[in-house]
């Protein structure tokens, strides 16, 4: 049985060229995605947060014990919850606070017990 094809579009933006430019990559369930300009500056720009994420933990692992720092890192749950406060995705209440406060001082304890 063979598996179905992916078809990739890439939507150019040129005046003449109103047709997005195909490619076929077997082996994938989805049938069609498009990628526009939009798409591949999210993707560039997740892609270099991920690249520095990373690079910054491996550094970080060199520089200290892994018991403190993986669970230092592991509180980028906060950090996701304060830009989601900052550009207006989240609303803050009461229960939301006191789960980010006793998942900190979790963290915080699993570091310090180390």
């Known amino acids: 049985m063979e598996a179905p094809s992916?078809?990739?579009?890439?939507?150019?933006?040129?005046p003449n060229s109103h047709?997005?430019?195909?490619?076929?990559?077997?082996?994938?369930?989805?049938?069609r995605v498009v990628i526009t300009r939009d798409k591949l500056a999210f993707i560039a720009v997740a892609g270099g947060l991920v690249f520095t994420v990373v690079w910054l933990l491996t550094t970080a692992l060199t520089l200290g014990d892994a018991s403190v720092v993986v669970p230092l890192v592991n509180m980028s749950f906060v950090a996701a919850f304060?830009?989601?406060?900052?550009?207006?995705?989240e609303r803050i209440d009461a229960r939301k606070l006191a789960t980010?406060?006793?998942?900190?001082?979790?963290v915080a304890l699993l570091t310090h017990a180390a």
């Open 82 to 89: 304060v830009f989601s406060v900052i550009l207006k995705l």
């Open 19 to 31: 047709q997005p430019i195909e490619y076929t990559v077997p082996g994938f369930r989805e049938h």
């Open 6 to 14: 992916l078809w990739i579009a890439i939507q150019t933006s040129t």
């Open 100 to 106: 980010v406060a006793l998942a900190s001082v979790a």
